[in-house]
């Protein structure tokens, strides 16, 4: 079978803020909803959402932005014919480890912009200079400035990602690591291509198959279990309508940018360590910069139908699937679950298990630190392990 094609290229002045008009003149003509509460009992706060878009379209330092974001490591690779956007940090040693970083929804690069430096110039941030990192970062299909599919089920991730790195890149193994979606196309990754996945780092796990469950639930697996149920009935609201209608939100996502904050920056403020103040952990610029991403690429819609494919099209685990390459996995407290260790060995070969003091569901901008630190120290155990 012949490889995919893989051209890679610089991709230059990649954030272009042509929309700046437009966009204002939304935010000016917004139809405001009322509320009954000043609070987030009822979801996203006016109270908090109005000085933002206040600050989005009147506020932000669009050409300081640009040249911060455009001065950030940007490719793309034409993969078959198809276009993926990705980050490549170069690590500072004489021979970094590969590292395939990869974010969830509703995120982008921008949670990176701290942690990634830190990856592959660990000397310059307390750590051990052998312990740095190539980190690629791609946009997943349909995420900002990769290319929105046009078709049902036109292309996986987990194929074009590996393809990157290896085709592409000419990385011969690598470490697969991510939150959120993230974690789930690195876990399909090392499924799928043990040969070339050195090992993955995770901060979500994906269930077993359903009949691989003796032994019996310890009651730590159980709580687990309850805790899951429970989250699905408290904030699983977005997952059921974006994995079953995807398409009837998207049109008012994509028509306003009020209507595109509000659902995208209550996740920032639900499953993170914010605490009762958003803008404690994530600076007003930072969650905009993330906004201006699906608002320039327009790909709110595409991002949510990731969720209705991985639902309907995504081929399920067989019985006795198991990821056999060593694996580690960091938990955060403020996160939406987390998942016991004896419940993760049930599927990964866990080699490093650690819970964080603090962070949530966006830890490369909640806890850099404690990210990298964690990183470099399954980079050391990995190699531990091969000697």
């Known amino acids: 079978m012949t490889s995919p094609i893989v051209k890679i290229s610089p991709w230059a002045n990649t954030f272009d803020p042509f929309f700046v008009p437009d966009l204002r003149q939304r935010i000016g003509l917004t139809r405001w909803s009322d509320e009954v509460a000043s609070d987030w009992t009822y979801g996203t706060a006016q109270q908090?959402?109005?000085?933002?878009?206040?600050?989005?379209?009147?506020?932000?330092?669009?050409?300081?932005?640009?040249?911060?974001l455009?001065?950030?490591?940007?490719?793309?690779?034409?993969?078959?014919?198809?276009v993926i956007h990705f980050l490549h940090f170069k690590g500072k040693s004489t021979a970094p480890q590969p590292l395939l970083l990869m974010n969830g929804w509703p995120s982008s690069f921008v949670e990176y912009e701290k942690l990634a430096p830190m990856l592959a110039g660990a000397m310059a941030y307390g750590g051990l200079a052998d312990l740095d990192f190539d980190v690629v970062i791609p946009a997943l299909p349909g995420f900002g400035y990769s290319e929105r599919p046009t078709k049902p089920n036109q292309v996986q991730a987990v194929e074009l990602f590996h393809r990157l790195m290896t085709d592409g890149l000419n990385y011969q193994s690598y470490i697969a690591a991510g939150t959120d979606i993230g974690a789930g196309v690195a876990t399909r990754l090392a499924l799928a291509y043990p040969q070339s996945v050195r090992g993955i780092h995770i901060s979500a796990v994906v269930d077993p198959p359903l009949n691989d469950m003796s032994p019996i639930l310890t009651a730590e697996e159980a709580a687990y279990q309850r805790n899951v149920k429970k989250w699905s009935t408290d904030e699983g609201a977005y997952l059921h309508l974006q994995a079953t209608r995807p398409q009837t939100a998207a049109y008012a996502l994509n028509d306003s940018p009020v209507g595109l904050a509000s659902w995208i920056v209550e996740k920032f403020r639900y499953w993170s360590d914010a605490g009762s103040e958003l803008f404690d952990v994530f600076p007003v610029d930072m969650l905009i910069?993330?906004?201006?991403?699906?608002?320039?690429?327009?790909?709110?819609?595409?991002?949510?139908?990731?969720?209705?494919?991985?639902?309907?099209?995504?081929?399920?685990?067989?019985?006795?699937?198991?990821?056999?390459?060593?694996?580690?996995?960091?938990?955060?407290?403020?996160?939406?679950?987390?998942?016991?260790?004896?419940?993760?060995?049930?599927?990964?070969?866990?080699q490093q298990y650690s819970v964080q003091s603090r962070g949530g569901h966006f830890p490369a901008w909640e806890q850099p630190e404690l990210y990298a630190t964690d990183l470099r120290a399954f980079l050391f155990r990995l190699r531990s392990l091969s000697q």
């Open 48 to 68: 908090t959402l109005r000085p933002l878009m206040t600050h989005w379209a009147n506020g932000y330092d669009w050409k300081k932005a640009s040249q911060r």
């Open 70 to 82: 455009n001065a950030l490591p940007h490719f793309r690779a034409e993969i078959n014919g198809y």
């Open 289 to 350: 910069d993330n906004l201006n991403i699906y608002w320039a690429t327009q790909t709110i819609g595409s991002s949510m139908r990731y969720y209705f494919e991985s639902s309907h099209f995504r081929v399920p685990l067989k019985p006795g699937d198991h990821v056999s390459v060593p694996t580690a996995i960091c938990m955060w407290p403020r996160d939406l679950v987390i998942a016991p260790q004896a419940w993760a060995r049930r599927f990964y070969n866990v």
